[in-house]
């Protein structure tokens, strides 16, 4: 079973940066594409940022320029870097995982931004 530990939050203030880490059991190059999504408070679970193939990227607009997904194959480890963060980026941020139909996922780490 693979599994997916992620690390990094916290409280930061507004402005403040905040790197996240998903630690995977497996070499993440097995995966088709990795993840991260967040659900805030009495929201529903969004996209944040997916890298797939030869580090396709893809943001949606509410933090397209502030934040930016990586990886280190040889840690087997995904990355989120947070920056400008804003009381609405409080979430608690997920890591997936996709190896054909199936995905995979963290238990989550919680990010508050105070303003």
């Known amino acids: 079973q693979v599994q997916l530990v992620e690390s990094g939050g916290g409280l930061v203030h507004t402005g403040g940066t905040l790197t996240l880490s998903c630690a995977a059991s497996?070499?993440?190059?097995?995966?088709?594409?990795m993840g991260w999504y967040r659900r805030g408070p009495g929201k529903q679970r969004e996209l944040v940022a997916t890298?797939?193939?030869?580090?396709?990227?893809n943001y949606p607009e509410s933090v397209k320029d502030r934040f930016t997904i990586s990886r280190d194959n040889a840690k087997n480890t995904v990355y989120l870097q947070m920056n400008s963060l804003k009381p609405e980026d409080t979430a608690v941020y997920y890591c997936?995982?996709?190896?054909?139909?199936?995905?995979?996922w963290g238990q989550g780490t919680q990010v508050t931004v105070s303003s």
């Open positions: 997936r995982a996709d190896r054909g139909w199936r995905n995979y």
């Open positions: 497996e070499s993440i190059s097995s995966f088709n594409a």
């Open positions: 890298l797939a193939g030869a580090n396709f990227t």
